[in-house]
């Protein structure tokens, strides 16, 4: 188990305004360690960019107006809507500018790998089914074109029609050559992806090498429904959303019939693991023989297939942190993200409680990424 | 260098209600702020979560408290908030709104002579609240 530095007998973050006045600005620090950042969204400028890379059918629906549906129903309270204020470029949402990323982003925080993750999920559009394939076909062909080719740092996410799962296995077959690529990335779903249905997509990505990720988005409901504010869904859609697809990949045996498979959960949360992980085996140890396939307890698929992304971290002490890693039982699973650009960001430099031992933050913001992307 | 150190950082007439603007005081940049009332405040622009530059950031008032459901606009000119994570604070004292004392901004004296407008070197001092 990790200790704190020794050094640090106190576990309070700099939190006087006259220290952080005079601390390092983190925009400036230069020498910075490397970084792999898992969470980095591109964006269109509008769907309009797609035009390009669909087929003639599908201009039809471009030009009657179709675009994406905005991947949040609440109305932002916010200074600039999703994005931090100062990420928002001259033309179009923010994301959508490459040289503004690099500033302020891969340049400033030595980023060596940032894995792109889009907002965009055909599978999550309710449109109709070949128009999402092709959506994810264009999508992809955008993103290579207008990103993975323009800076080796960026790895990509092959995007899929998830609620298509034969397509999504084609687009994966059909992309995975691209050594950009890194993984398959799904959106949320109104079912379980443990469920046989989606096994295309899990066995395409483990043929390949590739990844899952799962990112979640307000367009999930939590299990009161779309609550009354912001505020709560923000505290339970997306632990919510990733708890409920943890359990169905684990409980449906997708580890057993994909041993080699890697999934990593983005996005929404990991301090929630300790209660989910002692849950599952607690419940797996009464009910195994609804579960026969299952050859292992729950937590031990978790920890050798499931990584997770930290942000948005929420604010602890050292101790905490220390003992959470703890109770999870592993140094490996957290993998560091900025989010970049959105509101709800983490620097890198500062969101990790400060007293950690130097080894650890390295692995939560390199290593652990650098392993389990094989980077 | 003397507690009392100051020095002009702009005219009188330079910042309307409700305007902020950043200036140099010694060393330090600050944001000097004029609330809608038309006092005049200055903090420190780097935000004690994660560093964000809070020059970037927003001035403007906010919601404030009118009963469970209802909204009422409030405290304008007095708010300045992070361009990140929206955190609050009241720029008369650099507290948060949400009401953690730990979490501030620091606070510069703020005095007028004739038309200039003088800012401190040195952050207001105060104690530490636990």
């Known amino acids: 188990m990790w200790t704190l530095l020794p050094e640090n007998d106190n576990?309070?973050?700099?939190?006087?305004?006259?220290?952080?006045?005079?601390?390092?600005?983190?925009?400036?620090?230069?020498?910075?360690?490397?970084?792999?950042?898992?969470?980095?969204?591109?964006?269109?400028?509008s769907a309009n960019q797609l035009r390009a890379y669909l087929p003639q059918q599908w201009h039809r629906y471009l030009d009657s107006g179709w675009t994406y549906p905005f991947f949040f129903t609440y109305g932002y309270p916010t200074d600039a809507g999703f994005a931090r204020v100062d990420a928002v470029p001259e033309v179009g949402p923010a994301g959508s500018d490459i040289a503004l990323m690099r500033e302020q982003l891969l340049e400033p925080y030595n980023v060596e790998a940032a894995i792109l993750t889009s907002l965009f999920f055909p599978g999550d559009m309710r449109v109709q089914t070949e128009f999402g394939n092709a959506l994810a076909t264009a999508y992809n062909d955008w993103v290579c074109e207008s990103w993975l080719e323009q800076d080796d740092r960026f790895r990509g996410s092959i995007c899929v029609n998830a609620s298509d799962p034969a397509a999504a296995a084609r687009e994966i077959d059909r992309r995975a050559a691209h050594p950009a690529y890194v993984q398959v990335i799904l959106g949320p779903m109104d079912s379980g992806y443990g469920q046989e249905r989606f096994d295309p997509i899990f066995a395409t990505a483990e043929r390949h090498g590739l990844l899952v990720a799962i990112?979640?988005?307000?367009?999930?409901?939590?299990?009161?429904?779309?609550?009354?504010?912001?505020a709560e869904w923000r505290v339970l859609g997306p632990p919510q959303q990733h708890q409920a697809q943890l359990v169905s990949l684990v409980f449906h045996g997708v580890f057993e019939r994909h041993p080699d498979l890697r999934v990593v959960f983005v996005e929404g949360g990991f301090s929630w693991l300790p209660h989910v992980l002692w849950r599952m085996d607690e419940n797996y140890r009464s009910l195994r023989l609804e579960l026969p396939w299952l050859k292992r307890m729950p937590r031990d698929y978790v920890l050798d297939h499931v990584r997770f992304t930290t942000q948005p971290m929420e604010s602890m002490p050292a101790a905490h942190f220390l003992q959470l890693l703890d109770q999870i039982g592993s140094d490996e699973i957290l993998l560091h993200a900025s989010d970049y650009p959105h509101?709800?960001?983490?620097?890198?430099?500062?969101?990790?409680?400060?007293?950690l031992p130097k080894d650890l933050v390295r692995k939560i913001q390199y290593e652990n990424a650098k392993r389990w992307y094989r980077l | 260098m003397s507690v009392a150190e100051r020095s002009v950082v702009c005219q009188v007439d330079d910042l309307g209600p409700g305007e902020r603007r950043v200036v140099q005081a010694g060393r330090r940049p600050v944001i000097l702020?004029?609330?809608?009332?038309?006092?005049?405040?200055?903090?420190?622009?780097?935000?004690?979560?994660?560093?964000?530059?809070?020059?970037k950031g927003r001035f403007s008032g906010t919601a404030v408290d009118d009963g469970v459901g209802?909204?009422?606009?409030?405290?304008?000119?007095?708010?300045?908030?992070?361009?990140?994570?929206?955190?609050?604070?009241?720029?008369?004292?650099?507290?948060?709104?949400?009401?953690?004392?730990?979490e501030r901004i620091a606070t510069y004296e703020v005095t007028v002579e004739g038309s200039d407008i003088l800012?401190?070197?040195?952050?207001?001092?105060?104690?530490?609240?636990?």
């Not at chain 1, 305004?17 to 591109?42: I, Q, W, Y």
């Not at chain 2, 909204?71 to 709104?97: A, N």
């Open chain 1, 215 to 230: 990112h979640g988005s307000a367009r999930a409901a939590t299990a009161i429904g779309y609550p009354e504010y912001l």
């Open chain 1, 343 to 355: 509101w709800d960001f983490d620097d890198a430099n500062r969101v990790l409680p400060s007293g």
């Open chain 2, 119 to 130: 800012v401190a070197h040195a952050p207001t001092k105060r104690d530490r609240i636990s």
């Open chain 1, 11 to 45: 576990l309070e973050r700099v939190t006087s305004s006259v220290e952080a006045e005079t601390a390092a600005a983190p925009r400036a620090e230069t020498g910075r360690a490397p970084l792999v950042d898992c969470d980095v969204h591109e964006m269109l400028v």
């Open chain 2, 70 to 102: 209802h909204y009422q606009w409030g405290l304008d000119g007095e708010v300045i908030r992070c361009p990140w994570h929206q955190w609050e604070f009241d720029v008369k004292t650099g507290r948060s709104l949400f009401g953690e004392d730990d």
């Open chain 2, 33 to 55: 702020c004029r609330s809608a009332s038309g006092e005049l405040y200055a903090v420190g622009t780097v935000c004690p979560h994660q560093g964000a530059d809070l020059c």
